[in-house]
């Protein structure tokens, strides 16, 4: 199974409050868990990416949290600001041995009201 | 940080004509560059992977006489939509890997609005 389910599809939260995204994953061979965030119309950037060696992984306001054996990885944006709101994709990849290709989430589209 | 750029960043076309989009990676090399498509709300679909000097490698469906792709240097990657067809209407977004580091990490160009009236 290749497929990354990634939900809610879309997340309304208040400024300051802590979004929650989740991914679940069914291949075992995948070994790159990353997060990207894209604005309208703009090219996914690269949020905060975490390997399976490890079961959290901060980088200022955002953390990726994985669970190897139930093969889930959420993303938690604390404080979370109108200036987050964005489509956020989670993506996983088994490196050379896919040729490094990511495979997607459906997306979730995050609104935080002022 | 790694900037990958795409020229044009938007483009309309008259139906059966044929648009080429260009994918460059600013600072840094790349052996290896993905192009996408991604319809409106929807994710990223990943079409073909394009690898320096050699022919790329398309996803199932991806029709690869209509989507040319190549991959003439080390900062250039070219994306044709040959006889393009109000089908083909969508963004388009390249990234590429560094070479010589991660192989994991893609960075992603701005993407290219193509509508074909």
């Known amino acids: 199974q290749q497929q990354v389910k990634q939900s809610p599809q879309s997340l309304i939260v208040q400024k300051g409050g802590i979004s929650i995204i989740n991914c679940a994953y069914e291949?075992?061979?995948?070994?790159?868990f990353p997060w990207y965030q894209q604005f309208p119309g703009k090219g996914p950037a690269l949020l905060i990416a975490?390997?399976?060696?490890?079961s959290e992984k901060k980088e200022g306001r955002f953390t990726i949290s994985f669970n190897k054996s139930a093969k889930q990885f959420s993303l938690h944006i604390m404080d979370s600001q109108p200036g987050d709101s964005a489509t956020y994709f989670c993506?996983?990849?088994?490196?050379?041995?896919?040729?490094?290709?990511?495979?997607f989430g459906e997306g979730t589209q995050l609104t935080v009201n002022p | 940080g790694a900037v990958v750029s795409q020229h044009p960043s938007w483009v309309i076309c008259k139906s059966g004509t044929s648009v080429k989009i260009e994918c460059r990676s600013l600072?840094?090399?790349?052996?290896?560059m993905f192009w996408y498509r991604q319809f409106p709300k929807q994710s990223l679909m990943l079409m073909a992977t394009?690898?320096?000097?050699?022919?790329?490698?398309?996803e199932q469906g991806v029709e690869k006489d209509k989507f040319l792709i190549n991959h003439a240097s080390l900062t250039l990657s070219t994306l044709t939509v040959t006889s393009a067809h109000p089908e083909d209407s969508s963004f388009y977004i390249c990234?590429?890997?560094?070479?010589?580091?991660?192989?994991?990490?893609?960075?992603f160009g701005p993407g290219t609005r193509l509508t074909v009236l």
């Open positions: 975490i390997r399976p060696d490890v």
């Open positions: 990234s590429a890997i560094v070479s010589g580091y991660s192989t994991d990490t893609q960075y």
């Open positions: 291949n075992t061979a995948f070994d790159y």
């Open positions: 394009s690898n320096e000097g050699s022919k790329a490698t398309y």
């Open positions: 993506a996983a990849s088994s490196g050379e041995t896919s040729g490094s290709r990511l495979t």
């Open positions: 600072d840094f090399q790349a052996t290896t």
